[in-house]
Nanobody, 128 residues
Framework: QVQLVESGGGSVQAGGSLKLSCTAS????????IAWFRQAPGKEREEVSC????????HYEDSVKGRFTISRDNAKNALYLQMNNLKPEDTAMYYC?????????????????????WGQGTQVTVSS
């Protein structure tokens, strides 16, 4: 049974930083791309960042480029999102997401928003 458990959310002032973590279990983590999505109140869920199974390829949504960094530790079955210079518009529930396909196919699934497994989410609130 696939499980994705996020942690690290919280409340910060604009300009602050947070580091989100996602711990995965129930599948061969290092075979799969994995991503962070977010959903703000009244808005659709959107991909924030995605990383390939080996960490060599990453993608960032335009508004977070230069501020957020995605990384993974396959030895720990862990995914991270370092978020710097946070803005009020970053306020959202952040979700860890995994695809159905292994390897590169899974990366492109996530880029298209096709997600097989979601975590429960962690709330990030940024005040001005």
């Amino acid at each position: 049974q696939v499980q994705l458990v996020e942690s690290g959310g919280g409340s910060v002032q604009a300009g602050g930083s947070l580091k989100l973590s996602c711990t995965a279990s129930g599948f061969t983590f290092d075979d799969y791309a994995i991503a962070w999505f977010r959903q703000a109140p009244g808005k659709e869920r959107e991909e924030v960042s995605c990383i390939s199974w080996n960490g060599e390829t990453t993608h960032y949504e335009d508004s977070v480029k230069g501020r957020f960094t995605i990384s993974r530790d396959n030895a720990k079955n862990a995914l991270y999102l370092q978020m710097n210079n946070l803005k009020p518009e970053d306020t959202a529930m952040y979700y860890c997401a995994a695809p159905a396909y292994r390897g590169g196919g899974g990366f492109y699934q996530l880029r298209r928003g096709t997600v097989a497994h979601w975590g429960q989410g962690t709330q990030v609130t940024v005040s001005s």
